[in-house]
């Protein structure tokens, strides 16, 4: 049975994952803490640190995505005080114009409480290879 925190930061993770698909970049602000410390990993990508680089990046893969679903399995929970993470695979489709993609990302998702609240500081996303495949594509 899950506590009362690891159930919240699982509902913290689901609207991270629903801002994603609503390509809305103002929602997905809202789910980070705004602090200079928050980083994120997208495939493909370099290292962003910072809030701004940060939403950066959300913003610039919103504005050539014109959709995106995600399919969550093997989501992990685990909380320690005021941090938690999120280990799952991000099973997704998107549509860029007539470009269909679809795919596995391995995801890690750190959070941070802050007033009875959890707020998103870490997103590290990895291309999971299929058997197969030569080269992973970038998803977001």
Not at 98 to 122: C, K, Q
């Amino acid at each position: 049975m899950k506590g009362k925190e690891q159930i919240d930061v699982y509902k913290a993770n689901e609207d991270f994952y629903n801002a994603f698909e609503s390509l809305d970049a103002q929602k997905m602000e809202k789910m980070w803490l705004k602090e200079n410390y928050v980083q994120c990993f997208h495939p493909g990508w370099g290292l962003l640190r910072g809030w701004e680089a940060v939403m950066a990046s959300w913003r610039r893969i919103f504005e050539n995505t014109e959709e995106m679903h995600f399919i969550l399995t093997e989501v992990q929970v685990e909380v320690r005080g005021s941090l938690a993470w999120v280990t799952l695979y991000e099973n997704l489709t998107s549509r860029e114009g007539n470009e269909l993609s679809t795919g596995s990302v391995l995801a890690t998702n750190i959070f941070e409480r802050r007033d009875a609240e959890w707020f998103m500081i870490h997103h590290h996303g990895s291309t999971v290879m299929q058997p197969g495949q030569l080269s992973p594509s970038t998803f977001h």
